[in-house]
């Protein structure tokens, strides 16, 4: 599964998922672009990863703006050549039934979990298709594929994801452009029990998600990480276009 000398981009790189997804490239040598948009948090996740012996690089900015991915990937290209590997991990999450949903909520959902996504990925692909291909894993989730209450915004964005992964991926298979969706369920995360309502404590919102996932406990950040490194390793070059959850048997219910 070796990732050595691949060249991976990764937004939302410095927090949860995505810091998880950095460290587990960083073990297998990959040269890495960290995206994200807080300083202190993105220093940190830098020194980290600079722990494994590999070759890293910081890059701050609003991943919701098109002219910064063309930026991070035209820049990434410049110094190392190419881009193998582009994981779009950064994502928000806004609780609400669609009375309770306001505009400003919706908007921003779709800004970061799609719009800035689609950005990143059409920036990598027009760099992959003149290098001989890649690969593009989207961080989705299980709520993608299956409805779930008081999160409307969140769910619709993530549809879009695993639609828009299908769709990519059928566009560029020939340029051997694997695109693919990691499909999460409840993940030990601060994102997990953020934005609920205040009368509700995050030892609630655990218990709450433990009880219903069929394996009776929720995933670790690692075992994420470790299924988008698969993804975008050599052995998964003939998997393209799949959405694949990781939720403890909870999309089988």
């Given at each position: 599964m ?6 991976v ?19 297998e040598e990959a040269?890495?672009?960290?995206v994200?948009?807080d ?5 940190r996740a ?9 070759t ?18 035209s820049?990434?290209v ?11 991990s950064?994502?928000?999450?806004r ?5 309770d949903?306001s505009d400003?909520?919706?908007r921003q959902t ?6 800035g ?7 990598a ?10 690969s ?7 709520v993608?594929l ?5 999160l ?7 549809g ?9 991926a ?9 695109i ?10 601060p994102?997990?029990?953020?934005a609920h309502h205040k009368?509700?404590?995050?030892e ?5 998600n ?10 670790t ?6 299924l ?8 998964a070059?003939?998997i393209t ?7 403890g ?5």
């Open positions: 070796t990732q050595s000398k691949k060249v981009i990764i937004t939302g790189a410095t927090s949860g998922i995505g810091e998880a997804i950095s460290e587990a490239f960083a073990k040269t890495l672009v960290l994200g948009r300083r202190d948090r993105g220093q830098l020194e980290h990863v600079e722990k494994f012996d590999c890293a690089q910081l890059v701050l900015g609003d991943v919701t703006d098109s002219s910064f991915a063309d930026q991070v990937v820049s990434c410049e110094r190392f050549g190419k881009v193998d590997v582009l994981v779009n950064a994502g928000i999450i609780r609400g039934n669609a009375v949903t400003a909520d919706w779709f800004e970061a979990n799609v719009d996504l689609f950005y990143f990925s059409r920036a692909v027009r760099s992959m298709r003149t290098t001989g291909g890649g593009i894993v989207n961080i989705a989730s299980n993608g299956v409805g779930c209450p008081g409307v915004a969140y769910c619709a964005s993530k879009a994801v695993v639609l828009m992964t299908q769709a990519m059928l566009d560029h298979a020939k340029e051997q452009i694997t693919n969706a990691v499909c999460p369920g409840a993940v030990d995360t994102m997990l029990v953020s009368a509700v404590t995050a609630e919102i655990l218990q709450r433990i009880a219903s996932i069929p394996q009776g406990r929720v995933a950040p690692n075992e994420i990480a470790n988008t490194l698969f993804l975008a390793s050599d052995g070059r003939h276009g799949v959405a694949i959850p990781i939720d048997g909870f999309t089988a219910g």
